[in-house]
């Protein structure tokens, strides 16, 4: 049946209402009590997950396919675009997108992203060039951005507290899996069919998800009478603020992409960008303290302990998380002479071991009640199998490795979603949209910030060990050339054991990072107020919970 239960009436002073039996939604004007059961839940979440799966497989699955777009284009020097301008535009709006879903109806604000990404993506199919190829890819990432939030805050407005995190934890499993997925799909479609089924494929699916929305999810009415005009909350966007905060955001990116590959670290170019963002940065923050309420971000809503902490430990966690999903393969096929293919097999015990542990943490914290515990062991774990992963050699077994990606992977499960929860307990629901926005922001930065780290530190140090190796110059510049899958062909055989060794101490060098952050991760996450997501036994139909 697709009609959810409703429980009580608009409440005039819109603070956060809570009972056992629903969650009230507040979007931005009214708030209702409401809770979707059976089996319009499960395909809300069949839909969301789709969703956000298939957005994740797009910030992966053109990596395979970019030589052949290349050859066909002629657009070597396009290649950093076509990743870029997906995560650019996806990082950038972000919080924007969360001032949409808590001014206006969220599933007509979810549809209307999704619209936009399955736009780009059908521009990417058609493309004829590269820059036809990039306006596509920024397009999709924009949707995109929508997407990832809304998902997120669906939920939130769909659920009671207590019944929330399995399937936040759900949902952010299939981010992981998307990613190790992703470039198998497209080594596929490049092979078999063409690289545009790497975009055509996410038209039929993206479908499914507007039907599963369209048919069963009935948020409750507004109260057209209280609700602000139309005009009044194109004003409330902070149009403005989005303008400073996007082009800072790209800024940092971009000196963080070019930075010891395309400009030296200590160029120009390098030094101005991230001046730039750091200028831009501090006057969009006086404009956020100008605009109080009426900001993109409410200045309140950064000094809640917990979204504050929460925001920085996923910054980090995400750090350690995408360290491993780059430098985990790479060694697989450096190191075990593995194919790209059966290195994404070869991650499988820790996107498995993921999806396993973000499911059994979300079903299991409804009778622990506190999703503190679950980040601070994950965190703790994600830090330990890192450093784990610091001790590979070019030796060493399936016998380390595999057991080593399970405690990763439990870590990664814990971690990821336990802090939307954690924000979920202490925020207004009106403020839901914009607190998950900036934890899904505070993801993608940490991912690009951390991963720079990790590949300066990788570049250093493959250098300076082949060199002490006895490699000259133009060997080490042949064997940096040839790239990870053809390493074993740049050096003769007599050479190749030093060869190796000298990418293993590199590539482990970067799990350094990744324990260190992870480390910083489980400090960070020691902030966050312990909040119950259970009510009170002794609680009335409708108390306010609200943390203060």
Known sequence: MADENRVGT????????LSSDAQVEETGDDTTNYELKGLPLALIIIGLGLAIFLMSLDSSIISTAIPVITSQFNSTGDIAWYGSAYSFAMCALQPIAGKLFGSFPMKGVFLACLAVFELGSLLCALSINSPMLIIGRAIAGAGAA?????????????????KRPVYVGILQSTFGVATIIGPLLGGAFTQHATWRWCFWINLPLGAITIITLV????????????????????????VPGAFMFAPSIIMILLAL???GTTYPWKSATIIGLFLGSAGLGVVFALWQIYRKEKAMIPPRLITDRTLFFACFTEFFAMGAVYISIYYLPEWFQVIKGASPTKSGVMYLPLAL??????????????YLGYPNPYVLLGTALMSIATGLFSTFSTTTNHQHWIPFQVIQGLGVGMTLSMPYVATQTTLKPADIPVGTSLLQCFQFLGAAVNLAIAESIFQNKIVTRLSDLGFDGTEIEAILSAGSADVRKAVSPTRLSDALEAYNYALTRTFYVATSVGAVAFLLSLGMRWKSIKPPKSQSPSPDLEAK
Request: contains cysteine; charged residues 20%.
């Open 10 to 17: 608009s409440l005039p002073d819109k603070t956060c209402k």
């Open 146 to 162: 929508g997407c990832f939030t809304g998902a997120f805050c669906i939920v939130a407005a769909s659920l009671p507290l207590e």
């Open 215 to 238: 048919c069963f999810f009935k948020p409750p009415a507004r109260d057209t009478i209280k609700s602000p005009s139309i005009v009044e909350r194109l004003k409330g966007l902070d």
């Open 257 to 259: 992409q070019w930075g």
């Open 353 to 366: 071991s993921d999806v396993l542990s973000a499911t059994l943490t979300g079903a299991s914290l409804k």
